[in-house]
């Protein structure tokens, strides 16, 4: 879900007056997307970019003659100031102006207050990169995780940790957020069941800056462990990594996408040999490579992230629901969303079908080496293996 | 009822009524947050308003609120999905949201006390920062206690029950409630201790007992509008009560006006419409043929702006310290506060002991011995005269016999009974008066305020002066609606006595009341003293520079020179005594005449 994009903010804000949009008015053969999204406040990094990567997908599918080459796609944009109230209010408004699908901000908050709305007036309705599993039994049928689900990033690095041969973990949690609390929660749970075991877990503060209490636990045991699995991130990940080093501790540490920055191969050795995964990495050649490569010539700068990308196939994902389907009514598009069964999209495949609404999606694995991110491998986790969302 | 609040609530009546009739699920979700937020806006207005002191802490308490009243009225079976550790006592009831937010305002009002009373003791802006601590822990306390929490995760499930209607009754139970309180005599002593709470204690007002109540009040406002707001949006975690809407929050209220009720209301109403109405232009729009592009983020520049101009334009908000009532000129001010009664078995206390007894007070600033074992007795019926140089002591002297200011050795007695050092409160309800040497009134209150808030704070007996007597004792009488910081010099002075003479005092004292009069103001407020001793039979501490006005006026003058008494007697002894003209002129000049010198 978190990427370190503060420093792009600037370029984001640059470019909303990209997002044009026009006054919809609901027609039959017009394909609605009202997207309640955050562009300002602290989940404009996350929506924006999923947002851009939308509207490249939009664009692309008129120009196609729209969705299904009958629906003409229209997309009413609201900013939601990352503000729960607000969702709610704007969710209704979309509403009632005639949506099709609605599009929710990257948080659970705001994702259940207006996947809610959409729920109870039947909507198909997709978060940016809210990616809590149980938001779908908090909100029900109608409602859709878009981006890699916490539990499936956990999942996927456990299940290459255990391919390593590490057989014993240590996690550091923190309770501030569902992402920093419960995927590495996700990890153990997974690496547990693939026969390692997990021999300690810590917990850490936002910006607490001296990790030494946490190093000292994890550099007494012993033997330490094989690997260190945590998603925190900037500017926690760094302090912790260098003080584990600087401890001695040369174990494995696995992280999830929220290290997924330029930050991370800037600190040299000690992040060396960083495992991370992320919703896609550009190899040379993919679908992802040639997507980055169009925002370029769209946007005019390099894509630095995935939620472009998730953005983009999230467009796809509903156009494939309406070919399904074959009409825009909202039992019959959620009906086909979740049917959806190895679509190909620009960071490899995504399957609804029989997920309850957590997609399997491709997952990234890479590896800092040599002072440069290295994909390790691509892979979509086996649904057997996940375990029950907290 | 006042008619501004009657004016206030039925403009909220008919917005929520057309809302209901004619409005789509959109608008009424808009109109009720809209309330609820009036709710919040309008409770920490009462502690703004009421105690000066602004609080970062409210949210925390309008949180607890939010998760009482969601763990009363969730389904048991979703509640125990999302928080299985709840103890049974809270996980296997299911209560109506009416009962819940009851109860949830009677938890909340208990917490407030206790948090009030340990805030109360704070002034200024170590309260505020305590109340950003409050804000901090709670948070913490919310992320981590997840026996009563889901921790940073939602709770949702929550019955959404709030319609425009019930919305907009709790915002005209909180605008009454908070009108009504601004008025009470609590609500009055509390914004005379937001003026000037040394002044406030020394009008006999319990300065911290006050601002206890006005935050215990506050806080079961916020706890209204934290029930409601989970009764509307149904989902919400930590993070939605934190810094964000601490600062939307106060924002509304510095744009309205933070020390009026009315300016609450108008604070969240400009706010709302200038959001909602720049919002619906953020994605672009064509106007003639001509697009405008989407500018998202205009929302947020424009409340922003709106918060700018107000600080620059207008510091104390739209409405400043005014209520609707005050501009509709129809409208008189309140008029009804009244002195509590003594008891019987008060007033048939000892009589014959009227005394205020110094003994042997010594006070030091670090190295400097400002009073060194001085003694001194005030009797009823009489003026004592306190003169010295410039820096002999005489105000430190008035601070430690009023209980404004601590003291290294000594006793101060008042009618026999020793008082308590740094307790201005007790001295006033003892019978101590006092006014000051830089005026201290309670500024920006009417002068009829003035006097009835130190009337209500100390009770008397049935027959004490009123508020219309006292004022025309001081030849105030008919500028009742004046405000204090408005009033001429003589008449700031004039009204301090009136302040105090409204406490029923027994002792006057009286810090260089004539300072800066003319002559004419002079003899007006001499006319004033010397009936208050003749008529009233008080006993009148008088510190002036005016030596002939003193050695007129007084009984018996007492001199001080470097913390230490030299002379106490008649004011002919004093004139003759040769130490007090050395005090006055040097060792050397000790052959001149003080007379002559107080003549110039």
Known sequence: ?390 | MKPGVIILAVVCLVIAGLTTVFAGPAISNTVSNFFIVVVLVVGLGVHVGNSGIVSFGHPAFMAIAAYLTAILVLPVARKKALMPNLPDILGDISLNPVVAIMITLIFLALIGGLIGLAISRLNGASATIATLGLLIITHSLLVGGTTFTRGAQAVYGVPKVVTPLIAAGAAIAAIILADWFKYSRWGLVARAAREDAVAAAASGISVQRSRALVFTISIALTALGGGLFALHLGVFSPKEFYFNLTFSLLAMLIVGGGTSTTGAVAGVAIITLLSEGLRRVEPGFDIGGVTVPALFGLTTIGTSLALICTLYLRPEGLMGLKELDDHLTWVRPLRGYKRKNLSRAALSGPKHLRLLEVHGITKRYGGVTALQDVSLALNPNEILGLIGPNGSGKSTFLSCASGIQAFDEGTVQVNGIAMRQSDPTAFAHAGVGRTFQNIRLFSRLSVYENVAAALVAVPGAADAPSIAQILSRVNLAGMDDRIAETLSYGQQRRLEIARALATCPSFLLLDEPAAGMNSTETAELANIICSLRDVDGLGILLIDHDLPMILRLSNRVAVLNEGHLIAVGSPAEIRENPKVTAAYFGERSADQNLEAYTAT
Do not use: W
């Open chain 1, 1 to 390: 879900m978190i990427f370190s994009a503060f420093a792009r903010t600037v370029g984001i804000s640059a470019c909303t007056s990209c997002l044009l949009t026009t006054a919809a008015v609901a027609q039959d053969d017009v394909l609605n997307i009202g997207f309640a999204v955050s562009l300002t406040g602290y989940l404009a990094p996350y929506d924006t970019p999923t947002v851009e990567g939308a509207k490249i997908a939009i664009d692309e599918l008129n120009a196609a003659g729209g969705a299904d080459g009958k629906f003409k796609i229209e997309s009413m944009i609201r900013d939601v100031r990352s503000d729960t109230v607000q969702t709610s209010i704007v969710v209704q408004e979309l509403v009632d102006a005639g949506a099709d699908i609605i599009v929710l901000p990257c948080d659970d908050d705001p994702a259940i207050a207006g996947g809610l709305i959409a729920q109870d007036a039947g909507i198909p309705s997709f978060s940016t990169c809210a990616t809590n599993a149980s938001l779908t039994q908090a909100i029900g049928e109608f409602y859709f995780v878009n981006y890699v689900a916490d539990i499936v990033q956990g999942a996927t690095l456990a299940q290459y940790a255990r391919e390593q041969d590490l057989s014993t973990a240590y996690l550091l949690v923190s309770p501030e957020t569902t992402y920093t609390g419960n995927l590495p929660e996700y990890f153990g749970e997974v690496f547990t069941t693939l026969g390692g075991a997990v021999v300690g877990k810590g917990t850490y503060s936002f910006g607490q800056q001296d990790f030494s209490a946490e190093v000292t636990r994890i550099a007494n045991l012993d033997p330490h462990p094989d690997v260190v699995m945590t998603s925190a991130y900037e500017p926690d990940f760094p302090a912790f990594l260098r003080q584990l080093r600087s401890a001695g501790v040369m174990s494995a540490v696995y992280g999830s996408d929220g290290i997924d920055s330029p930050t991370t191969v800037s600190l040299g050795d000690v992040s060396e040999g960083v495992v991370f995964s992320n919703a896609g990495f550009p190899v040379e050649g993919s679908p992802l490579a040639a997507f980055f490569a169009k925002y370029n010539d769209v946007y005019g700068q390099p894509l630095t992230n995935s939620f472009a990308a998730t953005g983009y196939d999230m467009i796809l994902v509903i156009q494939e629901a309406a070919r399904v389907a074959g009409s825009l009514e909202g039992a019959a598009l959620q009906q086909a969303v979740s049917e959806i069964d190895g679509l190909n999209v620009s960071t490899g495949t995504i399957t609804y079908a029989g997920r309850n609404g957590i997609p399997a999606r491709s997952v990234s694995l890479n590896q800092v080496s040599n002072g440069a991110v290295v994909h390790l491998d691509t892979r979509v986790i086996d649904a057997a293996l996940l375990p029950a969302s907290k």
